[in-house]
């Protein structure tokens, strides 16, 4: 809600906006479970290397580096994509050609140099991956690599971590600072640095609820906003979000629209469904006093995973549609006008 704006309660008091606002947060906890029970509690930071100028090559500005590794058939494996906070954008990663050099700690997987002292491990590690030992070496990365702090059980090592196996699975991916909802769906196998957080999930349905304009009330409520308007996402915050009840049929949906939204189809249009569907899910009883049956219409006009998106959305955003009349009414929704800022 911008400054200055009131929520369309009625006999509009500040006291009835205090309590309008409990109101729906009360709604919204009751109508579903927190996101951290929701998913086990598993929320994961990305990669924290101590030492990026060693660890990650940028390939737009180092392509003669990440050439040189990845001719080395023994170094090349060790490098993995990788993504910074400000390439995780609302529904999709950007890849911005940067690669992390995984070498994890001794502590972690069994390597041809593990258990060894430090010189032999050192000798080891430079016959086993020679254009990594190389690079690692030059430039005084070696003294900044030993004096860090954030290490393995050698200094080449990245620090100990016991989830490297879950950036492989699919997620959903987000920035720590960000200004609006800006969750992103990944199943490449992208890693990231510890300005971006993941939840490991198959469930796609999840990132449209997650970005949906209920979320980023609800989040906005419980968190503060930093200075130029941006959140952070703490762990804490992000575990109290709530996720709506949804049978497998309106999970089809919501995760059908995501995906036309993540290919840029009718990408507005589609993000205002997604939202009326999320609506739906918390607040059923105010929608359906008005006769908004989003689902309902969403199945008869064949939304659904593996459609025709284009197609679909070709008839369903016409003004002649049901589903175009009903997203219209919801604007007149009071729940709609508090979180949507409207009034």
Known sequence: MSAGSTPACSSFTWRSWLCCFADREHVLRKAGQPLGDYCGGRFYRGILTGLNEAFVIDGSKQPEVLAALRNDPKSAPLLQPFLRGKDIKRWNVEFADQHL??????????????????????????????????????????DKLIERTDQGTYFWELRSCAYWDLFAQPKIIYPDIYLHQSLAWDESGMYCANTGYFIPSNEKWLLGVLNSTTCEWFYDQISTRMQGGYLRAFSDKMKALPIPTADSEQREIIESCVDAVRLGVSKAEYERLLNGLVYELFFFDDLQARNI????????????NNMDARAV???IFKNDHPIYAMLFDLQALDVVRTIEGSA
């Open 313 to 315: 959305a070709a008839s």
């Open 293 to 304: 049956r989003l689902f309902e219409a969403s199945t008869t006009a064949g939304v659904k």
């Open 101 to 142: 050099i995984k070498i994890e700690s001794s502590e972690n997987v069994q390597h041809p140099w593990s258990g060894l002292s430090a010189d032999k491990a050192e000798k080891v590690f430079a016959m086993t991956h020679p254009a990594v030992y190389a690079w690692l070496m030059a430039d005084g990365r070696r």
